[in-house]
């Protein structure tokens, strides 16, 4: 008998949820607001600083922490947004996207038999990563807003629960994908305590850091006092400048932490794209008005989406971050979420994503009451993406 072709730590990854809906949004022509990544260009100058460094002759491999330039400019964009202070040499790893960086955490913190405490939703790369290394998940649902609260809140006690004298991590993301949750300061901060009295580290993924809607404001962990030596903070350029196929990201840490980091990442990529980190050092020197005009315009298209989810009978709470909806539709009669969106693809021509794929099958069944949408998108893909929701959902009642 041969043995199976595929290692055990991967054999039970199918092909990704993206994968299929994005196949099937090609296959029946519908509106993709499924994927994260925007359908519009990142700025000029960014894109033209990226010519002119190959231009330059920026093409051989760029010393593995990362370009200097590009080091010093993540930690003047720390400076001024966070009043964050970064030593550029002993602090900063520029990786292969926040993918990579996310990795490079994981290996570089966490023992195999370790436990790993994240909250649901999650980010599907965490849950993968965890496996790779033979470390375990704690999952702690994020409870929906309800009457008694406005945002998405914690329940402490179950976070508190899922501590043990294994926990060796905590995984932070805010502002959160998909629910879209910036956690406040508070909350930071009754974070930080537990995980000093567990001695846990943590690693806070910050990729949605410029996609906030006041009154929410982004508070970056590693500025809370309690969380500022025990964090690691991850963060890319994809997300603030409409390049997500640059993969160019960073992780920030004090230097203990940063070197262990840095020990995973020698030789996972050893080193990332040397002329898209010349230009991301520019991008994030961009003014301040470029980071505004980011903010207003995604606050202009979420609130088109949540109108068009409104008028086609799908009630959903206003993200305080990132640029996705999670949209009701428990009252529509569907099975679930993966059966609703399936009927959506394929019958009312618009694609998005069944959130029950970000939960522990334990809690899959929180997630299936909503529908996860994208409004990384241009005017019109939103328009007739409300259009085809209003027509094929209000016909189909
Ligand atoms: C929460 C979160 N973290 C990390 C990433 C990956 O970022 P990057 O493209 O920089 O690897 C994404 C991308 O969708 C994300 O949503």
């Not at 300061?185 to 000093?196: F, H, M, P, S, Y």
């Not at 002329?275 to 005009?293: G, I, K, M, N, V």
């Amino acid at each position: 008998m041969s043995r199976p072709s595929a290692a055990e730590r991967v054999s039970r990854f199918g092909t990704t949820v993206f994968s299929e809906f994005s196949a099937l949004a090609l296959k029946h022509g519908a509106v993709n607001l499924g994927q994260g990544f925007p359908d519009f260009d990142g700025p000029d100058a960014v894109k033209e600083a990226a010519q002119r460094a190959i231009r330059d002759g920026v093409n051989q491999y760029a010393i593995t922490t990362g370009s200097k330039d590009l080091r010093q400019a993540i930690s003047e964009h720390a400076a001024r947004f966070y009043g964050q202070q970064v030593d550029p040499d002993t602090m900063v790893t520029v990786t292969s996207g926040a993918t990579e960086a996310i990795l490079d955490v994981i290996l570089g913190l966490v023992d195999p038999g370790d436990e790993v405490i994240a909250f649901e939703p999650f980010y599907d790369s965490y849950d993968a990563n965890i496996t790779f290394i033979g470390a375990k998940a704690r999952y702690v649902p994020l409870r929906a807003p309800d009457a008694q609260h406005a945002q998405w809140w914690i329940d402490w006690a179950e976070l508190e629960a899922a501590f043990s004298p294994r926990t060796r991590l905590l995984i932070l993301n805010s502002p959160q994908n998909p629910t879209g949750k910036v956690f406040t300061r508070e909350e930071l901060e009754r974070i930080g305590a537990l995980c000093v009295k567990h001695d846990v580290k943590v690693l806070s993924d910050e990729v949605y850091e410029h996609i906030v809607f006041a009154p929410a404001q982004h508070v970056r962990p590693a500025t809370v006092p309690s969380l500022a030596d025990r964090t690691v903070t991850v963060s890319s350029m994809g997300k603030t400048f409409s390049l997500t196929g640059w993969k160019i990201g960073w992780v920030i840490a004090p230097p203990p932490l940063r070197d262990a980091v840095q020990r995973a990442h020698q030789f996972v990529t050893f080193a990332t794209a040397s002329p898209l980190q010349t230009a991301t050092a520019a991008a994030l020197r961009l003014p301040d008005s470029y980071f505004q005009e980011l903010t207003a315009n995604y606050l202009a298209r979420r609130e088109k989406l949540l109108r068009g989810l409104r008028e086609a009978g799908l009630p959903a709470h206003a993200p305080e971050g990132s640029y996705f909806i999670l949209a009701e539709i428990s009252h529509l009669g569907f099975p679930d979420d993966v059966a609703f969106c399936r009927h959506l693809v394929t019958q009312v021509g618009v694609a998005a994503i069944p959130p029950s794929v970000f939960y522990s099958p334990d809690h899959r069944h929180l997630g299936q009451r909503f529908a996860r949408f994208a409004f990384c998108k241009t005017d019109g893909v939103l328009d007739e993406g409300a259009r085809r929701l209003r027509d094929g959902l209000t016909k189909a009642r």
